[in-house]
């Protein structure tokens, strides 16, 4: 079962019309299906949104639901709190990281260091929005818009710049 996923909400949101996120609530308020997504945003223990049933917006957490077909309604998730990957503050909070993952392409240089230096070397670079560590101890400096993050069976570390994204 495929759904045709559309960004929302600048970027923060992936949704999808007819789909429902069944289970997992943890609040519902009434509202229209074009802002389900930012009160999902605006609740920090929201991972995933259904709208529809009376016009309630039903906000979920659970770590990468099914999705099913469900008519008349509007589903989605906010993009930083869903993945297969654990997302965690590092630098101060001035990057978010996780491990086993790598943003392919977009390298705008390459540095040797140990791991838990590289969000704070891509910081140091004006141009660097997002990075990688683990190839032979290397931090992949890199500049893109909306990269995905895609698992890797190595030990690596991806992650991005808070301000630059």
């Known amino acids: 079962m495929s759904f045709d996923w559309q960004d929302g909400d600048n970027g923060q949101v992936k949704w999808a019309r007819n789909c429902d996120f069944d289970g997992f609530d943890i609040a519902k308020q009434v509202s229209s299906s074009e802002l389900c997504g930012s009160l999902c945003i605006n609740n920090p223990s929201c991972t995933h949104f259904t709208w529809g049933w009376e016009s309630y917006c039903f906000m979920k957490?659970?770590?990468?639901?099914?999705?099913?077909?469900?008519?008349?309604?509007?589903c989605g998730w906010v993009v930083r709190r869903n993945s297969a990957f654990h997302w965690q503050d590092g630098d101060n909070g001035l990057v978010t990281w996780a491990s086993g993952c790598d943003f392919f392409g977009n390298d705008i240089g390459k540095k040797k260091s140990a791991g838990e230096e590289c969000g704070q070397i891509?910081?140091?670079n004006p141009s660097c929005t997002h990075f990688t560590w683990g190839w032979d101890s290397y931090c992949f400096l890199k500049s893109a818009v909306k990269p995905t993050a895609w698992p890797i069976t190595t030990e690596g570390v991806c992650g991005w710049v808070n301000s630059r994204v």
């Open 61 to 74: 957490s659970a770590h990468n639901p099914p999705a099913s077909n469900v008519k008349g309604a509007v």
């Open 122 to 124: 891509c910081i140091n």
